[in-house]
């Protein structure tokens, strides 16, 4: 290998993350690269980018990869010992064979392709659901990341968009980050906040414990999990009664009335203090600030959205810049996604003409439900027999893991795995399928976080006999018989075709110029030409019934909506599994710096309870509920509620003492409204394991 440097080329990041950083990619030679870098001239990724991407190399050219195809020919959940290698054709027939076998005996919806955000590029990732379309396999409800927040912000906007963040830096007087440890999740964003700061902008963090971000924070609002409603709804209180609202907004661009007035009459900031745990003091405080600035830019994430009343709390925030009439201001409003800010017309990705919505749906939070074949979520039809799954990782990422894995272990079950590493999951696969990374397949991204739309090419070639998803799609639906334009047309051209749909220029021209913002003008991004609801109003009392059927009597008015897991005399605990600074998922997991970093799986609890229970940093701790317990170490920490514990995470099952990872104790209850995993929604007992550093 030689270690000259010899081009600083385009790419875009494809991991889970609202940020999708446009990069710069040191290419040291046709199969390697050296650091990767935040491009410089993109005005949001503006040069900057979290460590574990900065460090991608070890990722990419990790030992570990996956270079050939295999079959398993030893026990489940061992891992590569337990595989043989074979050739590309051999796994594919072997795949289509099986499929096609447990087809005709059980009808098409016993085969399960399951997916997520792995890449976020839409090509490599939504394919998959072509040829589930094609082959009226069934479908899936995608639950496990932004259901639940997208019909909260949504119910209230109409559409999943906001302002652009970039007014941060030069306009916004407050910034608001409500349930997102951005530091640890959108590096960027923070560079937007710091150039506030330096004018003098205050920041506002609203998160159960004092993250990496809460640090940076001048007001820090250290709520109860799941009470962000309450909150919400008790600074609307505080805004009406020292006359913070603007009357004349309320009554041009929203739903406002009499009746809402009257229902945040009695929602004090005393009231709220008792749901929250929040000083009223405090609760007063941020009202004002918020009511005295509308230049309060509120970035709102998905963690707080997390819990059965999550859409729901989602909805409650962001009625207060519809209060203030922040939206009517530069640097003011709210973000909490732009995914449809891109108008981008995907159908020819995912074969929407094929589509077929009578084929039954599952939901991908409850994963372990139905391979384990709970009758609710079969819904009447054959059980799932087989699985193709692509860009997840269910034994780790999904809700009570220990049905996962016991869904898994069905000798029944056959599952096709198409990975970088050997995942938990591969490792309960018939068939291991090595996959590209981003840096050597063609894709094109939006973001949540920013405008721009991305498209980029290879830089390097496939490690080993690693292939695109794309690739595996095409060969299955070819050896399946499946039938659509777009099992015949190259990544490239599925790119260009989307672009040309969509009245947007070609893949080469935007891939020439890295990126095409697509910003709406001041106007529009503000909602000052009316939100996307139907009266082009927002909408303070939603009609929830249209957004989703799940336990769907909500309250009519932003409130405390009490349907989370509380805690009770037999589980006096909360939990929340926020995310690792240095993993995105179980992204990153297998590269030694971002281990390093994170040392192990650690539970932060309050030092009172520390010393109650007699143990100290480094000490084991068992937490449990009626799911599962998990055992691991202790972090002696106090900035959080006396009765909350936070484990940062995702960390493999293996990584833990007994095998059993925190997932394990997380619900499948799905939150109400659409759904939604409720990952920060969970009530635990702790018990003393004995010393041990
Ligand atoms: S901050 Fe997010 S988008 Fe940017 S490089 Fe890191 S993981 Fe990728």
């Given at each position: 290998m030689s270690n000259e440097v010899i081009e600083r080329l385009h790419s875009t990041c494809p991991h889970d993350c609202p940020s999708a950083c446009a990069l710069e990619v040191e290419r040291i030679d046709s199969k390697t690269i050296g650091r990767v870098y935040g491009a410089r001239d993109n005005e949001y990724t503006s040069g900057t980018l979290c460590a574990k991407v900065g460090n991608y190399a070890e990722r990419v050219h990790h030992?570990?990869?996956?270079?050939n195809p295999m079959r398993r020919v030893g026990p489940k959940g061992v891992g590569v010992d337990s595989f043989e290698p074979v050739s590309w054709s051999e796994a594919l027939d072997e795949v289509a064979a099986k499929f096609s076998e447990l087809a005709s005996e059980y009808g098409s919806e016993t085969i399960w392709p399951h997916y997520y955000a792995g890449t976020m590029g839409l090509v490599q990732r939504d394919g998959i659901e072509r040829l589930r379309h094609a082959m009226r396999y069934s479908r899936q409800h995608?639950?496990?990341?932004s259901a639940a927040s997208d019909a909260g912000w949504k119910a209230g906007t109409g559409v999943k968009r906001g302002v652009d963040a970039r007014e941060i830096g030069d306009h916004s007087d407050v910034v608001v980050l409500w349930g997102t440890n951005a530091v640890h999740t959108q590096v960027n964003l923070m560079h937007h906040v710091s150039q506030a700061k330096k004018r003098g902008a205050k920041l506002v963090v609203v998160d159960p414990y004092q993250n990496a971000t809460a640090k940076k924070a001048d007001l820090h609002l250290m709520l109860q999990p799941g009470t962000d409603g309450a909150l919400a709804t008790a600074m609307m209180h505080v805004l009406f009664a020292e006359n913070l609202a603007d009357r004349a907004y309320l009554n041009e661009y929203?739903?406002?009335?009499s009746e809402l007035e009257t229902h945040l009459s009695n929602r004090t900031a005393i009231w709220a203090e008792e749901i929250t745990g929040v000083p009223s003091e405090q609760i007063v405080e941020f009202a004002r600030l918020v009511g005295n600035n509308p230049k309060t830019f509120f970035r709102l994430g998905y963690g707080f959205t997390r819990t059965r009343n999550g859409a729901f709390n989602m909805h409650a925030v962001s009625c207060i810049p519809a209060v203030t009439g922040a939206w009517k201001y530069l640097g003011g409003g709210a973000l909490y996604s732009n995914a449809e800010l891109f108008p981008l017309d995907k159908s020819l990705i995912i074969g929407?003409?094929?589509?077929?919505?009578?084929i039954r749906v599952f939901d991908q939070s409850r994963i372990g439900e139905v391979l384990c074949g709970n009758p609710i979520d079969l819904q009447g039809g054959p059980p799932v027999t087989a699985m193709l799954i692509q860009n997840t990782n269910p034994m780790m990422v999904s809700p009570s893991s220990l049905k996962v894995r016991e869904g898994f272990e069905r000798d029944d079950l056959f599952v096709c795995v198409h990975e970088q590493f050997m995942t938990e999951t591969a490792a309960m696969a018939d068939i291991v399928l090595p996959a590209t990374t981003f840096l050597e397949h063609e894709d094109i991204y939006i973001a949540g976080g920013h405008t721009f739309l991305q498209v980029a090419k290879p830089l390097i070639e496939p490690i080993g006999e690693a292939k695109p998803n794309h690739f595996v799609i095409c060969e299955l639906a070819r050896r399946l018989g499946a039938q659509h334009p777009g099992f015949d047309m190259t990544a490239w051209e599925i790119i260009d075709q989307t672009l040309e749909r969509s009245g947007l220029p070609s893949a080469e021209k935007i891939h020439s110029n890295h990126w095409l913002d697509c910003a709406k003008d001041f106007e529009e991004s503000h909602f000052l030409n009316g939100f996307e609801t139907i009266d082009k109003k927002f909408h303070f009392?939603?009609?929830w019934s249209q957004l989703g059927k799940i336990n769907a009597h909500l309250p009519k008015f932003p409130d405390h909506y009490s349907v989370t897991d509380d805690r009770n005399e037999e589980r006096p605990f909360r939990l929340v599994t926020a995310p690792a600074r240095q993993f995105l998922n179980s992204s990153f997991t297998e590269t030694p710096a971002a281990r390093k970093r994170e040392k192990r799986p650690t539970a932060k609890i309050h030092s009172i309870v520390c010393e109650r229970l007699g143990i100290g940093d480094g000490d084991l701790i068992r937490i449990g509920n009626g799911l599962a317990s998990v055992v691991l170490h202790v972090e002696v920490f106090s900035e959080l509620q006396e009765d909350v514990v936070i484990v940062e995470s995702i960390w493999p099952n293996s990584s833990f003492i007994e095998g059993v990872g925190i997932n394990s104790l997380v619900s499948t209850d799905p939150g109400h409204g659409v759904g939604g995993a409720v990952f920060h929604d969970t009530s635990v007992w702790l018990k003393t394991v004995g010393a041990n550093n």
């Open positions: 030992p570990k990869r996956l270079k995608s639950t496990i990341c929203t739903d406002f009335g929407a003409d094929l589509l077929d919505r009578g009392s939603p009609d």
